[in-house]
Nanobody, 123 residues
Framework: QVQLVESGGGLVQAGGSLRLSCAASGRTSNILHMGWFRQPPGKGREFVAAIRWSTGSTDYADSVKGRFTISKDNAKNMVYLQMNSLKPEDTGVYFC????????????????WGQGTQVTVSS
């Protein structure tokens, strides 16, 4: 099993920045990717970003490209999401995802989930 704990959410004005952190513990040695998903109010969970644990290669949702950056620290088993130029539509609960996977050419789900952290962007 893998345990994931997010931190760093909060309230920010549009145009501002936040940095989310995710601490991974447990059986992390077999993880191929780590990622972030979010769930806007009244909507389903959606992919935000993913990073390959071994190589650092990244993938982003079109809606966040150029504004968000996913990174990792293998030694600390940490994954980060730097969010810049935030917009009100970025509001939602952000979930750290362990071993996200692709179905039908989209990142659709993950084997492990954190409890989520709220991000609210005011206009």
């Amino acid at each position: 099993q893998v345990q994931l704990v997010e931190s760093g959410g909060g309230l920010v004005q549009a145009g501002g920045s936040l940095r989310l952190s995710c601490a991974a513990s447990g059986r992390t040695s077999n993880i191929l990717h780590m990622g972030w998903f979010r769930q806007p109010p009244g909507k389903g969970r959606e992919f935000v970003a993913a990073i390959r644990w071994s190589t650092g290669s990244t993938d982003y949702a079109d809606s966040v490209k150029g504004r968000f950056t996913i990174s990792k620290d293998n030694a600390k088993n940490m994954v980060y999401l730097q969010m810049n130029s935030l917009k009100p539509e970025d509001t939602g609960v952000y979930f750290c995802a362990g071993d996200p996977y692709i179905r039908g050419s989209i990142w659709s789900n993950a084997n492990y989930w954190g409890q989520g952290t709220q991000v609210t962007v005011s206009s």
